[in-house]
């Protein structure tokens, strides 16, 4: 049963999902941030779509955006990525997505992953199960990581914060290794096709929807320490993300 709330974040993020492809099949022009990050007029005008959805629908309420920042100060708050992948969407890649999350007390209770190019979309309400374009879905049941499929980020970030050499070694173990990154990988794992992905540095709004959808599917998400908080009180800040099917989870992680 979809709450009014889940059904609101769907619609939302659809909406604004969709407004992304026209650019995407356009001229894709885009800027750099000051962190060296690409951003598009599609980013900041799907942002601005939500944002505006949840004024008129909960006004007052807390919302936490990539482009926007936080508005509020609220624990409860809408976590908003417009386009998770802009260097995917900048380069023709269909594998970019827009993410919505609803936290209580700084936790993920509801989450949507809407891949607009793919038109695909992942759901997922805390305690009702994962669903990936309507049906139930769940992670996969290898049990080792011989014969798995594991995703990473890029190459340069999995350097950048020593996560190289585990890679290495683990590509050697693994039936396959794949950059198939930010959201699409997560959104793998949810849906079982592949068995990990690992993130060694990610914002709140790349993960708060994620967290959520792969725990609901039956898998696991932590950092690479698996410490907790794996999403801290904090708003802002760089974070880690691993998520798998549970069953390899503990010796994916003696890799590194």
């Not at 996969?140 to 190289?164: P, Q, T």
Request: charged share 20%; hydrophobic share 40%; proline share 4%.
């Amino acid at each position: 049963m979809v709450s009014p709330r889940l059904r609101f974040a769907i619609d939302a993020a659809i909406a604004a999902g969709k407004s992304t492809l026209p650019l995407f099949h356009g001229s894709r022009d885009y800027e750099l941030k000051s962190d060296q990050t690409p951003v598009t007029a599609a980013d900041r005008q799907a942002e601005e779509i939500i944002r505006q959805k949840i004024s008129a629908q909960f006004p007052g309420e807390t919302v936490l955006g990539e482009e926007q920042g936080l508005t509020g100060s609220g624990n409860d708050r809408w976590i908003i990525d417009p386009i998770d992948g802009t260097k995917s969407f900048v380069s023709g890649v269909p594998l970019y997505a827009t993410l919505l999350s609803y936290e209580v007390d700084h936790q993920p209770i509801l989450g949507v992953c809407y891949f607009p190019a793919l038109d695909e979309i992942l759901t997922a309400e805390l305690g009702q199960g994962c669903f990936w374009n309507g049906k139930a879905c769940q992670v996969s049941k290898k049990e080792s990581v011989e014969g798995s499929v594991v995703c990473c980020a890029g190459h340069k970030g999995m350097a950048k914060h020593g996560r190289s050499d585990g890679m290495i070694s683990l590509a050697q173990d693994a039936m396959a290794t794949r950059t198939w990154c930010d959201a699409y990988g997560h959104a793998l794992v949810a849906t079982g096709r592949v068995e990990a992905m690992l993130d060694p540095v990610v914002s709140r709004w790349d993960v708060s929807a994620m967290v959520l959808i792969v725990k609901e599917a039956g898998g696991v998400a932590t950092n690479f320490a698996q410490g907790d908080p794996l999403l801290p009180a904090h708003e802002t800040g760089e974070l880690e993300l691993v998520t798998s099917n549970g069953a390899i989870h503990t010796n994916l992680l003696s890799y590194f």
